[in-house]
Nanobody
Framework: QVQLVESGGGLVQAGGSLRLSCAAS????????MGWFRQAPGKQRELVAG???????NFADSVRGRFTISRDNHKNTVLLQMNSLKPEDTAVYYC????????????WGQGTQVTVSS
């Protein structure tokens, strides 16, 4: 069974940085896109950043230039480096296995809380 385990969330002041890590089990990792989503209270879950199996990336406009996404297919991990954090980045962040076209989600992680104080 596929498992995704996120880590690295926490509390940070505005302008600070955090790095989220997602460790994946299973043999699917290198063949699928991976993504980071977030959901703030009262809002819909949204795609923050995605990366295809070949390393092509996609970012939400709200985080482009501040966040980077990377993956290590040997270690089955995907990282989200978040810089210049803003209070509006506060949300639960979810790692996800995605279809290669980054349209559909195949598996969700349990989520990790990121809180940015002003």
């Amino acid at each position: 069974q596929v498992q995704l385990v996120e880590s690295g969330g926490g509390l940070v002041q505005a302008g600070g940085s955090l790095r989220l890590s997602c460790a994946a089990s299973g043999n699917f990792f290198s063949a699928n896109a991976m993504g980071w989503f977030r959901q703030a209270p009262g809002k819909q879950r949204e795609l923050v950043a995605g990366i295809t199996s070949g390393g092509k990336t996609n970012f939400a406009d709200s985080v482009r230039g501040r966040f980077t996404i990377s993956r290590d297919n040997h270690k089955n991990t995907v990282l989200l480096q978040m810089n210049s954090l803003k209070p509006e980045d506060t949300a639960v962040y979810y790692c996800a296995v995605m279809m290669e076209n980054m349209v559909g989600v195949l598996q969700w992680g349990q989520g990790t809380q990121v809180t940015v104080s002003s």
